[in-house]
């Protein structure tokens, strides 16, 4: 049917999912999010309960803060959000068209569709933000493709990919690794790489003047770092590193259910399970007791014996079992990061779509980590730069989020886009030149 191959026909049928899935959804990490934006409008900078933030990416805290800006409405929000995952669409369509328009198309219709994409519309979590932001990356990098020698366009490429290591954690690598092979395939072009890096530079020096107020340092690699006298129960983090396998596990962070249900082999012996359960059931108790009567003192000491018996069994297991710890653990945590299904999945509102829907969308979620494994392997053959770089940096992305156990799999759909890109970009035909492409 002709109307199956309409572009428009696809972005109503984007526009008409997202609306009919959509439901405001709070996560734990949205309250940090309104409260950054909050701090954003009142001039107070980007901070979290009064202390400039520098772990956390400013990005999606500080486009909640121009949207309310507009209209202080949560509603006024999911709504951006809803046209952002509806552009998102289209921009993917711009940039596969060169390819073809039956292969637009199908990519238009792949991110019409795509179920997770259109539920985290409604979400108030940077993944929408960040799927827009690699959906207008590859855009972009359509146009280089093209053999553009756009100022504009490499000020942009620059631009985008700072944005997206802004907002996503550990995307840094990706980013670098796109300008950088961009960089390589406009290396005598002047101009085009002045503003390459000049683009990337406009964020990057904001957000380190950012980082040395706050922290008295600059974090120039890594873009973030938690504040040395600061607490995040770095210890308790250290010693889920040395056991956790999937992002089961790596709640028990967070969560008591989970931490009640860590595996025996997990501890060194019985007595060190008990030891460590205790102490950790009295740590949220008085975490409790303070939330509620604003006492900190008897937190503060028992935070501090908390985080040191945590660390002590953690650098203990490290110490027996290094490459476990360093190569093994990280592997298989990579292997779940992309192959897990969300664990998220119910608290979000998919209880009327039934099981038999729920279970395709799962086999489906499993068929992008594969479809994007078969693609990087013909990347990497194609010895074309973006390609390979985003390859490269997809797998850097991969084993910091495992080594660090900060990934989770929601980060995983900002490679959609990125994905698309690669499934249309390796075939060896010259991509034909778009009337007023730059």
């Known amino acids: 049917m002709r109307v199956l191959r309409a572009p428009l026909f696809w972005l109503a049928i984007a526009a008409i999912v997202r609306v009919v899935l959509v439901q405001p959804w709070i996560w734990p990490d949205s309250h940090r999010y309104l409260s950054e934006a909050e701090s954003l409008l009142r001039g107070a900078g980007y901070a979290t309960d009064g202390v400039l933030e520098t772990y956390f990416p400013p990005g999606y805290p500080v486009f909640v803060a121009a949207v309310f800006w507009v209209w202080h409405s949560l509603p006024f929000l999911v709504a951006v959000q809803i046209a952002l995952s509806i552009a998102s669409c289209w921009l993917i369509y711009l940039a596969v068209r060169p390819r073809g328009d039956l ?42 493709e093209q053999d553009t020698t756009s100022v504009l366009v490499a000020l942009c490429v620059g631009v985008s990919c700072m944005s997206l290591a802004l907002t996503v954690p550990l995307m840094a690598p990706v980013g670098a690794a796109i300008v950088l092979s961009v960089a390589f395939e406009r290396r005598k072009r002047f101009a085009f790489l002045a503003a390459l890096f000049g683009g990337a530079l406009l964020l990057y020096v904001p957000w380190q003047i950012h980082c040395q107020r706050a922290i008295g340092e600059m974090p120039l690699l890594t873009l973030y770092r938690f504040p040395k006298e600061a607490y995040l129960k770095r210890g308790l983090a250290l010693w889920i590193r040395t056991w956790a396998r999937t992002q089961d596990d790596m709640n028990a962070y ?36 303070a939330d509620k009567n604003r006492l900190s003192d008897s937190l503060d000491r028992l935070t501090l014996v908390h985080d040191r018996a945590f660390e002590a069994a953690a650098l203990r297991r490290m110490r027996e079992r290094p490459f476990s710890f360093h190569v093994v653990l990280p592997l298989i945590r990579s292997f779940h990061l992309w192959f897990d299904e969300p664990v998220y999945g119910d608290k979000m509102p998919i209880r009327f779509i039934g099981r038999i829907v729920w279970t395709s969308v799962s086999i489906l979620y499993v068929l992008y980590p594969l479809l994007f494994l078969g693609t990087a392997a013909l990347a990497l053959l194609s010895r074309k730069p973006i390609p390979i770089a985003i390859c490269i940096g997809t797998i850097a992305y991969t084993f910091l989020s495992a080594y660090t156990a900060l990934g989770e799999e929601r980060r995983n759909f900002e490679f959609i886009p990125l994905l698309l890109f690669l499934l249309f970009y390796l075939p060896a035909r010259k991509p034909r030149r778009l009337r007023g492409s730059g």
């Open 103 to 144: 292969p637009a198309v199908i990519a238009l219709a792949a991110m019409a569709l795509h179920f997770w994409i259109a539920l985290f519309a409604g979400a108030v979590l940077a993944e929408t933000l960040a799927i827009f932001l690699a959906s207008l990356l590859v855009h972009l990098l359509s146009k280089v």
């Open 254 to 289: 967070v969560s008591a259910k989970y931490f009640d249900s860590i595996p025996d082999d997990a501890f060194a012996s019985r007595e060190q399970r008990s030891r460590l359960t205790s102490l950790h059931a009295q740590y949220r108790e008085q975490l409790r007791i």
